[in-house]
Nanobody, 120 residues
Framework: QVQLVESGGGLVQPGGSLRLSCAASGSIFRLGTMGWHRQAPGKQRELVAGLTSGGTTTYADSVKGRFTISRDNAKNTVYLQMNSLKPEDTAVYYC??????????????WGLGTQVTVSS
């Protein structure tokens, strides 16, 4: 079984920064693509940033130049550095990781989410 634990959310003023972390634990052979999604009230969940095991990144247009995704494979952890935060970034942020439990079997795993609120 695999678990993801997110941390780092909170309340921040517009223009501020936050760093989200997501640590995977359990039966892990290796980690595949890792990413962050978010869901604001009344809106659909959307991809914010993704990072493949090969290092390829993907960002939503709305966060390009402000957010940076990174990973530490030794710690089984993915990070999201969020700078120049705007009120429209307010949402619950979810970590998503493709976890391989052996050479061929993988589990698409989601965290429980962490609240990010950008407000003055």
């Amino acid at each position: 079984q695999v678990q993801l634990v997110e941390s780092g959310g909170g309340l921040v003023q517009p223009g501020g920064s936050l760093r989200l972390s997501c640590a995977a634990s359990g039966s892990i052979f290796r980690l595949g693509t890792m990413g962050w999604h978010r869901q604001a009230p009344g809106k659909q969940r959307e991809l914010v940033a993704g990072l493949t095991s090969g290092g390829t990144t993907t960002y939503a247009d709305s966060v390009k130049g402000r957010f940076t995704i990174s990973r530490d494979n030794a710690k089984n952890t993915v990070y999201l550095q969020m700078n120049s935060l705007k009120p429209e970034d307010t949402a619950v942020y979810y970590c998503n990781v493709v976890v391989y439990t052996n050479y061929v079997r993988f589990v698409d795993t989601w965290g429980l989410g962490t609240q990010v609120t950008v407000s003055s």
